[in-house]
């Protein structure tokens, strides 16, 4: 699928993958809205992808807020046209036991991850079905993404919160992509494997564990990625549409191992315990 000139608009647009992916999808012919809360971050990725050729607005949102995903769309199609595309990428992470984590913690999480990829996923899909139904649509509709996690699979110590928001996204788009197939739009979630950003440093930093360990630097090399990677495989995903977007195999292997074989993944993950961690909730 030719690229050129169908807009995409990408939340968490200002660093790590969305970032990236705004690049890609601007070399490759896309205009881009990128959105965030920081505004410094945008207006360095805005002017990246401007110096390379590309076009490119960007706008500061919180997802959080209600009305942010209308007010993308519309943003977008003032400047584009009609986005063809979104990709909703912003998230946050929390590095915290099961057992300690707050109903507040767990409400905070939701409404980043999974709360905010809806509302703009499903305003999207609302659009591009009225647009349908006014004969102004082609055969592919339009492709919704969202970032889930290899996480959404399986999951892992002091991640559990992340994780089930992942999966909850996951769930979510697997069953938007048998909705919407028939009126040609398509649903893909997106599956990275750590990627160096400065996400887990923010993680660490409102988990209050700033100065310890991060996600990041507890998993081994061969699990690491860059998010130009995944830019790569999220544009190859929008030329040719997949119901799920994956850039290690050996992962994949690891997701079909952990429904197949519990007990050895869980002694594994077992390994990555802290014995300080071990304390009952304040």
Known sequence: MDLSGRPIVITGGGTGIGAATARAC?????????????????????????????????MQ????????????????????????????????????AGHRTSDAELRDIFEVNFFASCRLLNEAANRMLRRREEGGVEPSGGHLLACSSC??????????AYSATKASQDMMCQAMRAELKPAGIHVSSVHPISTVTEFFDVSASL??????PTGLDRTPRLFRQSPDRVAKAIVRCLRRPRPEVWTSRLVRLTVAARSL??????????????????????
């Open 261 to 282: 074989l519990p007990r050895i993944m869980d002694r594994q993950f077992r390994s990555m315990l802290e014995p300080d961690r071990l304390k009952p909730s304040d």
């Open 207 to 212: 988990s209050g564990r700033s100065q310890a």
């Open 61 to 96: 949102v919180d997802v959080t807020d209600p009305t942010h995903a209308a007010t993308l769309l519309d943003a977008a199609e003032a400047a584009f046209g009609f986005p063809w595309a979104v990709f909703a990428n912003a998230g946050r992470g929390l590095d915290r």
């Open 151 to 160: 996480v959404a699979k399986f999951s892992v110590p002091y991640h559990g």
């Open 26 to 58: 601007a070399a490759a012919g896309m205009p881009v809205l990128i959105a965030g809360r920081r505004v410094e971050p945008l207006k360095e990725t805005a002017v990246q992808v401007k110096a390379a050729g590309g076009r490119c607005e960007h």
